[in-house]
């Protein structure tokens, strides 16, 4: 199997180790079962997967400050924890999973760990205790989730699994599907406010013509009494001259 220090190597990618930020070391093999490859120069690491690499203990592991995320299951640690508290202060999430660890005192040295808050020991001895998780809780009052689970058996939610990855991804970016819907929910907006004008704007008009047809109409039926009236005056006037014309033959004959 390939050693543990050449895998670190090619991992690096001819990167400068003050850079790197998640390094990924699994299944190889430590060639005394401790840390080896890893030096103080990682300064900016954060996140370090150490899986199945024949490790029987963490005492080689050099100083992390920036370290948060530790995976270090289905090796052969059986305690000596104390290095990580001292090496790596700022350590939320640890795997132990499938390690050697057996009694409840290997893992007190983690009481140190202030920032600890997920912490994986299924799959060794220890687990199998009675009243295993209550005594966990209890040993490190700082934990929030063991196994996955917090203290009243609630699974950690995907938010809080995800938060690592998140971090060292960088801030959230806005989904461009997201800003596509936005997009077309305000287009709509508008269709829909300009249709509701155009339907006012086509209303009033019809109104206004309603009104012009009405003056129209009044205008008409003024004219035709203005004619009927007309006519009866100037039968009037006709009867009136008919009349004096037969006064005016009587006095002739006289």
């Known amino acids: 199997m390939e050693k543990m220090k050449k895998r670190i190597s090619l991992e690096l990618r001819s990167r400068?180790?003050?850079?790197?930020?998640?390094?990924?070391?699994?299944?190889?093999?430590?060639?005394?079962?401790?840390?080896?490859?890893?030096?103080?120069?990682?300064?900016?690491?954060?996140?370090?997967?150490?899986?199945?690499?024949?490790?029987?203990?963490?005492?080689?592991?050099?100083?992390?400050?920036?370290?948060?995320?530790?995976?270090?299951?289905?090796?052969?640690?059986?305690?000596?924890?104390?290095?990580?508290?001292?090496?790596?202060?700022?350590?939320?999430?640890?795997?132990?999973?499938?390690?050697?660890?057996?009694?409840?005192?290997?893992?007190?040295?983690?009481?140190n760990l202030k920032n600890l808050k997920s912490l994986y020991l299924y799959s060794c001895e220890v687990s199998t205790l009675d009243d295993y998780t209550d005594a966990v809780f209890e040993l490190l009052p700082q934990l929030t989730f063991l196994d996955g689970y917090d203290q009243e058996d609630n699974e950690v939610p995907d938010s809080e699994a995800d938060t690592d990855d998140d971090d060292v991804a960088g801030p959230h970016e806005v989904d461009d599907d997201d800003e596509e819907e936005d997009d077309s929910s305000e287009g709509e907006e508008e269709e829909v406010g300009l249709s509701y004008l155009m339907k006012e704007g086509i209303q009033d008009e019809e109104d206004d013509g309603d009104y012009v047809e009405e003056e129209e109409e009044e205008e008409e039926e003024e004219e035709e009494d203005g004619d009927v009236d007309g006519a009866d005056v100037q039968g009037e006037k006709r009867k009136r001259d008919a009349e004096d014309d037969g006064d005016g033959d009587d006095d002739d004959d006289e």
């Open 16 to 111: 400068n180790p003050a850079e790197v930020v998640e390094l990924v070391v699994e299944n190889c093999r430590s060639s005394d079962g401790e840390v080896e490859g890893l030096s103080e120069e990682y300064v900016a690491l954060e996140v370090l997967s150490m899986v199945n690499v024949g490790l029987s203990s963490l005492a080689k592991l050099p100083s992390l400050p920036k370290l948060r995320k530790l995976e270090v299951s289905d090796n052969t640690i059986t305690g000596n924890l104390d290095a990580l508290a001292e090496k790596c202060p700022n350590v939320a999430y640890l795997n132990l999973s499938g390690n050697k660890i057996k009694e409840l005192s290997s893992i007190e040295p983690l009481k």
